[in-house]
């Protein structure tokens, strides 16, 4: 009888363990827009890291979610990222590199995938993204907040 009580609990264990890693692997990321007094032609409806947390040494995709008022030909895309408050990396992307431009009105999708060093330090990050059309107009400008574990932490969960 105690055997298969310890049975039961291992596998409800086991299901508690995968709900949790699932739903932490798809949490929702709240974002804000720089200025909220803006009104910015390019409008962020989601956010989706994968994985997240992000895992320092393996292929994180962060994928934007997003809807243009107005045709895009081309542009550019610049993250900026911090670590408590510090700037820690810049990058400048061609817009059409991500995305298939022209980007006509309506809905699309940014998605950029980068793998982090694995001497990355764990803990809290800020990012700031801008997109500003060819013409140097800004179009959109978000921030949001992610945190990046260890390699060998997740792989021992």
Known sequence: M?????SNFCLLLSFFILFLSSSL??????FKYCDKKED????VSAIEILPNPVVSGIPATFKISASSGK???????????SYVGIPVH?????????VSCPIA??????SH????????????YALKLTLTDDADELLTC????????LGSVVADI
């Open 71 to 81: 045709r895009i030909s081309g542009g550019e895309v610049v993250i900026g990222v």
């Open 40 to 43: 910015y032609a390019v409008k």
């Open 25 to 30: 692997s798809h949490a929702k990321v709240t």
């Open 113 to 124: 995938t980068q793998i982090l060093p694995s001497i990355t330090p764990p803990g809290p």
């Open 2 to 6: 105690e055997f298969h009580s310890l």
């Open 142 to 149: 978000i921030k949001f907040n992610f945190k990046i574990v």
């Open 90 to 98: 810049t990058e400048r992307i061609d817009i059409c590199e991500e």
């Open 105 to 110: 009105n309506g809905n699309f999708l940014l």
